[in-house]
């Protein structure tokens, strides 16, 4: 049998035995060269390294760090994890474990519901598991054999993913993910045969120890592996994300090579816990979500309002100044609306049901590009009226399911940042970069810095002729280039109707944030026939673009409170100064100081409470206003003030006028 070649980590190349396992064939061969590898690659597939090689086969180490490894380990480690629970919860059912970004996670069926100090007792009894040295034995067995193992072991949830490969033993397996979202169907079976399987006709199995569970791997050699490990928290889940299925309770949790490198993570999650938009959105009293009203449903509070008003007026403003021309449009449409446009033939199931009114049916609107339209139709239009660009911070609703709302980043009612422009071919390159740029300049305008760039191309499934696809693809490159900016190409990410380009912003923390869209759309004009006459005095087809700068007020608010952690810059902040006096004889002098400020345009607040000053001026730092001002004796004979900065910085005491001209200049947004 012809020996393999291995290419190790540092770039050496080895013989290796044909035959034997990887970890086999490379002690064999005295090599050292597994030393911060995990698994290996052989053509294009990632493999355990007790997979016996392949004769004449070329493999390359999977470094331990990289994505693929830590998908390693991480999955190891939710089978590690479903082990234990096994062990401490006879009888547990347990239905997917995929690992995600920083970590892993585990939906399962248990006898009673688990608490915060329950992760203790499983992750003790994961490392006594992991110090045996388990082995993750592969093995595979033909469709029925696995269905028969699922039956008897009296797994619910491995029977249906059994059952559903078979059924569709066609669908095409996707990379390792969640539980889908929609009705269960084709492509949610394939995306659970991505977790779950190797393929329709047979299934393989990996055990460990005491617990045997189906996946495709690949998996750690053995459980001795797995020494960096948490568990994080526990959430409920919908079987495949549908709410008329069983609730299962997920386990979070996280693996890393190091303790260092889980230490420094946890770090991160702690200061993310403390930047949770959630939490801080009720202790600086910005928004509620009340179960009367309906979850995904915001209640802005007035020192949100403040912040959603300025955010809108500046964008209004910018609007104006860059050529767009601002449009408002219904909360409802026709039901004929919606279906030339195709959302009731495939987006109805995230629109509300439909309202009859006068033998009339209409429905919410999930989004404004159609009413766009209908402006555009408002009359003939020519070469000479284009490009044109209409904005709107249109309010839109979809049903998102409940166990998806997420605060302000997932919501069932939001405001979209909305932009549709309309040109000529000829006129497409300019206005590709002429929106790349506008959105840099907000994206910088509200601190974000660090970005990155992506151009989604054509789908397997899309709409429109392939040739179009490519020239806009290439108006999509060159608009990027043009605003002088680098792009990574997001291969087959594009909308089925357009390909887009992509802006990730990266907050304070380094977490990616998707903001800024701009899609080309080869569906909806057509769909709606619009067209404007050219030069030649014919009809010619526009082409259209979404564009959303922010996204939605709703997510990006909640980005932004993360990215500062609540700490608005000044000129966001609800609250820019708060006056506290001494005592009671210096509140007439603290009250005439805040009605100054206020005169000018600052937002100021003056606290008469009867409290002792070192407690106002904790109450003011928890409320992250930016400038504390504190007025006794000294500064009411000298008409001064004496200033504390956000942070505990002393400014010192100084002449109001002189603040208020420093104030005045932080007062207005400054594109970065």
């Known amino acids: 049998m012809a020996d393999s070649e291995v290419i190790l980590i540092d770039g050496r190349q080895v013989r290796v035995p044909a035959g034997r396992p990887l970890l086999d064939s490379l002690a064999a061969a005295g090599s050292n060269g597994m030393a911060g590898a995990v698994a290996a690659s052989c053509n294009g597939q990632v493999v355990d390294f007790v997979t016996p090689v392949p004769a004449g086969a070329v493999l390359t180490l999977v470094p331990a760090d990289s994505p693929d490894g830590l998908r390693i380990v991480r999955h190891s480690t939710a089978h590690l994890m479903a082990a234990a629970v096994q062990a401490l919860f006879p009888g547990a059912k347990f239905a997917i ?55 008897d072991t009296q797994q619910a949830y491995k029977v249906e993913i059994l059952e559903a490969l078979r059924d569709y033993g066609t669908a095409r397996a996707t990379s390792p993910g969640g539980p889908g979202t929609g009705e269960p169907g084709a492509e949610e079976v394939a995306e659970l045969a991505g977790e779950a399987a190797a393929g329709a006709e047979s299934a393989s199995f990996y055990r460990t120890g005491e617990f045997t569970d189906l996946c495709r791997g690949p998996h750690v050699p053995d459980t001795s592996w797995l020494t960096a490990f948490r568990l994080t928290h526990l959430a409920g889940a919908y079987w495949r994300g549908d709410e ?15 303790q260092q490198a889980l230490d420094d993570h946890l770090a991160r999650l702690e200061e993310a816990r403390r930047r949770d938009h959630r939490r801080l959105g009720q202790e600086l009293e910005l928004f509620s979500v009340a179960d009367d009203v309906g979850g995904g449903l915001i209640l802005w509070h007035p020192k949100g309002g403040i912040v959603r008003t300025l955010i809108e007026d500046f964008w209004r403003n910018a609007h104006l100044k860059n050529g767009y021309d601002l449009v408002y449009t219904p909360h409802v449409g026709r039901a004929k609306l919606w279906q030339t446009s195709g959302h009731l033939d495939f987006y109805s199931e995230l629109m509300y049901p439909r309202m009859e009114r006068e033998a009339q049916e209409y429905y919410l609107k999930p989004m404004n590009c159609p009413f766009h339209i209908m402006i555009y139709q408002s009359r003939v239009r020519s070469y000479r009226d284009l490009p044109l660009r209409f904005a709107e911070l249109g309010t839109v609703y979809r049903y998102e399911r409940a166990g998806v709302l997420h605060g302000l980043l997932r919501v069932r009612g939001f405001t979209q940042d909305d932009a549709h422009l309309f040109c000529t071919p000829e006129q497409m390159d300019d206005e590709i970069t002429r929106a790349v740029k506008f959105s840099l300049f907000f994206l910088r305008t509200f601190g974000f810095k660090d970005y990155v760039v992506y151009i989604a191309t054509r789908p397997e499934k899309y709409v429109g002729d392939a040739a179009i696809w490519d020239e806009a693809t290439e108006a999509l490159k060159r608009g990027v280039e043009r605003a002088g900016q680098t792009y990574e190409v997001d291969p087959g990410g594009g909308a089925f109707y357009g ?149 505990g910085q002393d400014r010192g005491v100084m002449p109001l006028a002189d603040l208020i001209q420093a104030l005045s200049a932080e007062n207005a947004p400054q594109a970065a």
């Open 97 to 151: 474990g995929p690992a995600i970004d920083d970590g892993f996670y585990y939906d399962m069926e248990l006898p009673r519901a688990l608490a915060p100090e329950d992760l203790p007792v499983i992750e003790a009894k994961m490392r006594e598991l992991a110090a045996k040295r388990l082995p993750f034995d592969r093995r595979e067995m033909d469709m029925e054999a696995a269905l028969a193992w699922a039956r």
């Open 244 to 258: 008329r299925r069983p609730m299962l309770q997920r386990i979070y949790g996280t693996a890393f090579l190091t």
């Open 499 to 647: 390909p887009k380009i992509d802006i990730k912003v990266k907050d304070a923390l380094g977490r990616p944030w998707q903001c800024t869209t701009i899609q080309f759309d080869f569906n909806l004009p057509e769909r709606f026939g619009i067209s404007f006459v050219g030069e030649d005095n014919r009809q010619h087809r526009p082409y259209m673009v979404h564009r959303a700068l922010l996204g939605s007020m709703e997510r990006f608010l909640g980005v932004l409170i993360e990215h500062y952690g609540g700490a608005f810059p000044v000129w966001l902040s609800p609250t820019q100064v708060r006056a506290l006096p001494v005592a009671d004889r210096h509140h007439a002098y603290a009250q005439s100081v805040c009605d100054r400020l206020k005169a000018t345009g600052l937002r100021a607040e003056v606290d008469l409470r009867s409290e002792k000053v070192g407690f106002k001026i904790r109450d003011a730092e928890v409320q992250k206003i930016p400038y504390i001002l504190v007025v006794g004796d000294k500064e009411m004979t000298a008409g001064t003030v004496s200033v504390r900065q956000r942070g």
